[in-house]
């Protein structure tokens, strides 16, 4: 499968370094290095300011050392409550300032991810912070310790998270969003299935099914689901049915494409409620796999070596339309590990 290249992140890092966002758009792996910049900027500054007003209203004897040493404290109590706060409480937060949500999760985060996340920030906090303090007290803030520093800082966390960027950027997801902010009802049989697709996907390159009427949050839930996997640097792709449609035709067999990932997400197949009939029945959906024509064992190969998270409509009363689209890619496709998730909630768990 698709996995990134030196030279892919070079040509990113290039196209994020040089030239204007205002015509272009912004990546996410250029938002990634725009906001540690930021953090690095609120460590340097404060650090400045707070040197001046230990200078001038207290007689310290290394005040560029104490002004490092209090903003990057302030900055590191401020990211570990600004963590544990959603971590810890299960309440819904009265504060203006921070973000914590009422009741528990239907899929709870990845806490070693936001805690590394944290961790991170915490850690171009404390460089911008040091860095400002060099100026003042070259002698007690040794050059080299800043250095070291912001090398193991780059090497290690920033390119993890640079490349996790890129890993999502790549996907094409139409929106950002993890799983856990996936909020609607959900039985929970179901989230163990969701959960089970998404510890062993991948590995046994199963399909999930998802039906349900229009806003029961199906796209939401496969992209999150894949989102999940692309922050665990997954080549995953996002697409819709009439994209796809055409790209069955297309020979181009490029480095990152549905035929190269290792999860695809096809979404709007059919659209559910108030349409209550099938425009894409799953045989109508085979054939055009195969152009067509007779079986196109490559095209085939491709689904039956992939996990796919597929968007489908409605599981109507009148037809089985689950029933045919699980036949369909048992018998044609050649899939044995699959599963089906029909959402017929009636809302948002909080709303």
């Not at 300011?49 to 590191?76: E, M």
């Not at 490029?254 to 979404?267: E, F």
Request: hydrophobic share 45%.
């Amino acid at each position: 499968m698709a996995k990134l290249t030196l030279k892919t992140i070079f040509s990113q890092l290039k196209a994020d370094l040089i030239g204007k966002d205002s015509y272009r758009g912004v990546t996410l792996s250029y938002a990634w290095l725009a906001n540690q910049f930021g953090h690095f900027s609120l460590g340097f500054f404060p650090t400045i300011w707070a040197y001046y007003v230990y200078t001038h209203n207290w007689h310290l004897k290394h005040p560029g050392l104490w002004a490092a040493i209090t903003v990057a404290g302030v900055w590191s109590l401020f990211e570990c409550y600004n963590f544990l706060g959603p971590l810890l409480k299960k309440k819904q937060s009265a504060s203006k300032f921070l973000y914590v949500p009422s009741g528990k999760y239907l899929f709870e985060p990845n806490w070693w991810n936001v805690g590394y996340d944290t961790a991170t920030d915490v850690l171009f906090f404390i460089l911008g912070a040091f860095a400002a303090g060099k100026m003042f007290e070259p002698a007690s803030i040794p050059l080299w310790a800043n250095l070291l520093f912001a090398l193991l800082l780059i090497i290690f966390p920033g390119r993890h998270w640079y490349l996790t960027k890129i890993y999502q950027q790549k996907a094409v997801y139409p929106f950002q969003f993890r799983l856990s902010q996936w909020d609607f009802y959900m039985e929970p049989y179901q989230v163990n299935l969701v959960k089970d697709y998404l510890a062993t996907a991948i590995k046994n390159k199963s399909h999930l099914l998802v039906f349900g009427a229009k806003d029961q949050g199906k796209s939401s839930l496969g992209v999150g689901i894949a989102n999940e996997l692309s922050i665990q640097q997954h080549c995953c792709v996002y697409t819709t049915a009439n994209k796809l449609y055409a790209d069955f035709f297309d020979s181009n067999n490029s480095d990152w494409s549905w035929r190269n990932c290792d999860v695809l997400v096809i979404d709007d197949i059919n659209p559910g409620d108030p349409i209550t009939h099938e425009l894409v029945a799953a045989l109508e959906f085979l054939h055009m796999l195969d152009q067509y024509q007779a079986p196109h064992l490559e095209n085939r190969a491709v689904f039956k070596n992939t996990a796919v998270i597929w968007i489908l409509g409605n599981q109507s009363n009148t037809r089985n339309y689950r029933a045919s689209w699980e036949k369909m890619i048992q018998d044609h496709l050649g899939v044995t590990q699959y599963t089906s998730l029909v959402l017929d909630h009636q809302g948002k768990r909080n709303a």
